[in-house]
């Protein structure tokens, strides 16, 4: 039974370390020797890349953080261990990452390959749904993207419940509504 929680454990520091490895910001460093942090929003996602370094940067960003909330997935059903807390744990990496002082991107990307490899279709679907209808409302990505995630956390505690992904909705959920009030401060 230990060995268990042992391999659990082992598996929630993997994912979390994939999840965390900051691909916007390495890109920014390697091949534009800038910080990307000091630029745009100051996130380091897709978004900001786009912004700050291009669509072309910016497509392999967003292919590097899929593939790391896919791999997560992947790594945790391989292992035995539930891929949406494998995914949730790289999502926190990448929120949170240990390399930038816990101060990541928001990881929609992430969880986006996550769900993609998980067979999630129907938590994308309600997230794009939840997505466009707040988006046509409000025009804030941030809100649209934060009642998205919320979305997806209502169906995983309605349906399951499928508490990772609820847990999943919820940080995401949350780091979208901590930028929003971020960027509104005068």
Not at 67 to 79: E, R
Not at 95 to 118: D, T
Not at 119 to 138: E, K, N
């Amino acid at each position: 039974m230990a060995h268990d929680y042992w391999l659990i454990i082992g598996v929630i520091a993997l994912c979390y370390l994939i999840g965390s490895i900051p691909s916007a910001y390495l890109m920014g460093k390697f091949c534009y020797n800038l910080d990307i942090r000091e630029h745009g929003s100051g996130n380091i996602g897709t978004m900001n890349t786009r912004l700050i370094m291009g669509w072309l940067p910016a497509v392999a960003v967003f292919a590097v953080d899929c593939g790391k909330g896919a791999i997560a997935a992947c790594i945790a059903a391989y292992c035995g261990v539930d891929p949406l807390l494998g995914l949730a744990a790289a999502v926190s990496g990448h929120i949170w990452p240990v390399w930038l002082k816990f101060s990541g991107g928001k990881g929609l990307a992430a969880g986006l390959g996550g769900l993609l490899w998980s067979g999630q279709h129907l938590a994308i679907a309600v997230f794009v749904i939840a997505w466009l209808l707040v988006y046509a409302l409000r025009r804030q990505d941030d809100v649209a993207s934060a009642c998205g995630a919320i979305a997806v956390a209502i169906l995983a505690l309605s349906t399951g419940p499928l508490t990772w992904l609820a847990v999943l909705g919820a940080m995401i959920a949350l780091k979208h509504f901590m930028s929003y009030h971020q960027y509104r401060q005068p």
